[in-house]
């Protein structure tokens, strides 16, 4: 059972309307990196850095944004260049977000070294998130603050829990929901590319 709730609805209309100033997040285009994009790897909420290589010459326009983490730090999706990406989009409140966590978890402690994983926390309070972390053992998945909706709305994502996936060179290449099952094979065929 999803959970859609009136809040969800005030944001469709939002991100809609916001969404057209951000350009397609699959569009494939590359811009050149900035001087030092690559510098900063992405930082789980605990602080601890995730492994990540440079980040090649170009960077596909999808990863030009910036954000916080929920400790706080700086990430940029730059540092994400070069490797299949899973962005997962949640909310503290939201019972299907609770009941896929277990699987973020598992499949990044598998699969970390070859696929990236950031969640992309929003439609709720700082403190609620970092307890929806802890409480589910995600600390080794950076986990962003985005209360703002600004990368939801990159992504043209209007509802928890919403996977995006993005092949190495930026390219999204599914946007939605998946049941446990289908996140792992989409997972482990992203880690075999």
């Known amino acids: 059972m999803r959970i859609r709730p009136v809040c969800t609805a005030l944001l469709v209309a939002g991100l809609l309307g916001a969404a057209t100033g951000c350009g397609a997040a699959g569009d494939g285009a590359v811009v050149p990196a900035a001087a030092g ?31 916080k983490t929920l400790a706080g730090q700086p990430f940029k999706g730059a540092t994400l260049a070069g490797r299949p990406t899973v962005l997962w989009f949640w909310a503290p409140w939201c019972a299907t977000c609770a009941g ?12 970390g070294d070859r696929v990236g994983f950031v969640g992309v926390a929003g439609l709720g309070e700082l403190p609620a998130m970092k307890d929806f972390v802890k409480e589910f053992s995600l600390q080794q998945v950076t986990q962003l603050n985005d209360r703002a909706g600004t990368v939801w709305r990159r992504f043209q994502v209007a509802e928890q829990s919403t996977f995006v996936i993005l092949d190495k060179d930026g390219r999204v290449t599914h946007r939605g929901w998946l049941d446990s099952q289908e996140f792992e094979q989409k997972v482990a065929a992203l880690a075999a590319a």
């Open 37 to 67: 994009a690559a510098s900063g790897s992405p930082t789980a909420s605990t602080g601890a850095s995730a492994s990540a290589s440079a980040a090649p010459a170009t960077v596909p326009k999808s990863l030009t944004f910036e954000a």
């Open 100 to 111: 896929q966590a277990s699987s973020v978890a598992e499949l990044s402690a598998q699969y």
